[in-house]
């Protein structure tokens, strides 16, 4: 019974769920464990390769959305992911025998219920609620399914992994991917394991710029940072105004402090008064 390659405990799994003796209470088990796990997998290798292929900007709300793939409704986010994410961008994947999945699972495409991929969701969604409601039928039916699932991905003892400096990579057929932070060498250093890192990690790795700017606007945090230096270009404040403001707001500070007040300052004036150029040059003369 060969192993398949993706980590020792998928292969363990694998193993085990090839037993014509196995009790049907743990193939059930082990059935469902290696379908989340070989899902969140493919999908955090997919999202590895989609930040290291710069990602089109209008994309990035979305990407960013998914903070994590985790239970319950892993199995499903990942399918989610690897349709709304990957498939719309059609980028060429350094593992091409996943682009052949691609093709074969229409659920990667668009939603779809039929393919052995939903089949797969829905019977454990229906075992989740009752165990009673699943026939040993079902049951072979689902390892026979996971099964032909895993022997797709027997492409991967054919894949090398190679630490270059403090990044983790994979080769195959003379192309390489970048597995670090969400992947590590397994123990046995000729397979890899996924690390704890949470996705948000690899965004601020891949694309950190980027992150943080949609980080600060989930937030309601605007950087106001380039918008203020335009401004502050646009106006010019005499050295005597300038000596005035500073003693102004300088007092307006002071009494708010006295008085147990807020550190903010509300500029009201007509259309043309300056209010603008004041509100530009408050960073300025605060220091």
Not at 44 to 73: G, I
Request: glycine residues 4%; proline residues 4%.
């Amino acid at each position: 019974m060969n192993a398949i390659g993706l980590s020792p405990s998928m292969d363990a799994l694998y193993v085990k769920l090839q037993r014509p003796d196995a009790p049907e209470i743990e193939i059930l088990e082990n059935t469902k464990v290696l379908y989340e796990n070989v899902l969140r997998f493919l999908a955090k290798l997919v999202l590895l390769e989609y930040l290291q292929a710069k990602p089109l900007v209008h994309t990035y709300d979305e990407l960013f959305s998914y903070e994590a793939f985790s239970s319950p409704a892993q199995s499903l986010q990942c399918i989610r992911f690897l349709m709304n994410i990957l498939m719309e961008n059609h980028i060429a994947l350094s593992l091409q025998p996943l682009q052949q999945m691609r093709e074969r699972y229409s659920s990667w495409r668009r939603p779809n219920s039929a393919d052995r991929m939903m089949n797969l969701n829905r019977f454990y969604e229906l075992a989740n609620r009752s165990q009673d409601a699943v026939t040993s039928l079902d049951i072979q039916e689902c390892r026979s399914q996971i099964l032909a699932v895993l022997e797709e991905l027997k492409f991967f003892q054919e894949v090398t992994f190679k630490k270059e400096e403090k990044e983790l990579k994979l080769f195959y057929q003379n192309k390489s991917l970048i597995l670090s932070p969400l992947f590590c060498l397994a123990p046995n250093e000729k397979s890899i394991q996924e690390t704890s890192a949470e996705l948000t990690v690899a965004y601020r790795y891949f694309l950190p710029a980027e992150f943080e700017a949609y980080e600060s606007q989930k937030k309601g945090m605007a950087d106001f940072g380039v918008l203020t230096a335009l401004h502050q270009k646009a106006y010019i404040i005499s050295p005597w105004i300038q000596a005035e403001l500073e003693q102004a707001v300088e007092h307006t500070f002071l009494g708010a402090q006295q008085l147990g007040l807020c550190n903010r300052i509300l500029i009201q004036g007509y259309p043309g008064t300056g209010k603008t150029a004041l509100a530009a040059n408050l960073t300025r003369i605060l220091g």
